[in-house]
């Protein structure tokens, strides 16, 4: 069984969709991060959290730790978000785990 | 503040030929990683620095893949010999301290093996 399962695997969205990509994991943490890696790019901290929730932008990212679970948000999405968006959950001893990745693209 | 940056971008080499990847982190930042994606996965760990020390290494093919930090601040990633399998993006990535904190990652390094 996978630490850390992403959903979904791919997404294909509209230019203005408001899209969600959710996050399971089974370890215990100290932090949550969701990156971002554009094709043929390096990879892009987009968030840390450990509790609650954050915005930066049209990015919204929470994370729920009772239930081990976090979503990323993108309201009013844009063909420049088109990446792939990959969870890390972290343990106290700074040990990542990493998704798989949730592949988006965004439709003008 | 300058990022992570790895050399080269981009590798080819035949198999059993031998490879190095170097990377000098953010300046201060204790902790280094080094990590290899294979196209369509995540990021695999193959091991992790505090300052010049080996925090895990337990992923590591050591017949093969080697890696050092000398001097607690760049670190180089070798390869020898090297199999069609090592043919994926090797990242390196940074952070701070040695707890929780945000993960900086170089631009990668992609190693073709033929």
């Known amino acids: 069984k996978n630490e850390v399962e992403q959903s979904p695997q791919n997404l294909t969205a509209q230019e203005g969709e408001f899209i969600t990509i959710n996050c399971s994991y089974s370890?215990?943490?100290?932090?949550l991060h969701w990156l971002q890696q554009h094709p043929g790019g390096g990879i892009v901290s987009l968030f840390m959290?450990?509790?609650g929730k954050k915005k930066h932008g049209r990015l919204i990212a929470t994370i729920n730790i009772q239930e081990k679970h976090s979503s990323l948000h993108i309201t009013a999405s844009h063909p420049r978000d088109s990446a792939v968006y990959i969870c890390a959950p972290a343990n106290t001893g700074n040990q990542f785990y990493f998704g798989t990745g949730t592949s988006l693209t965004v439709i003008p | 503040e300058a990022g992570v940056a790895q050399s080269p971008r981009y590798k080819i080499i035949e198999k059993r030929q031998s490879v190095a990847f170097w990377c000098n982190p953010i300046s201060g930042h204790a902790t280094l990683y080094w990590y290899q994606q294979i196209l369509g996965q995540g990021p695999k760990l193959l091991i992790q620095f505090q300052n010049n020390g080996v925090v895990d290494d337990s992923q590591l093919p050591k017949d093969r893949f080697s890696a050092e930090r000398l001097k607690g601040v760049d670190s180089t990633l070798k390869i020898q010999p090297a199999k069609l399998e090592d043919s994926a993006v090797y990242l390196c990535?940074?952070?701070?301290?040695?707890?929780?904190?945000?993960?900086?990652f170089g631009e990668g390094s992609r190693l073709t093996v033929l």
């Open positions: 959290l450990s509790s």
């Open positions: 370890v215990g943490i100290s932090a």
């Open positions: 990535a940074s952070q701070l301290g040695t707890t929780v904190g945000e993960l900086f």
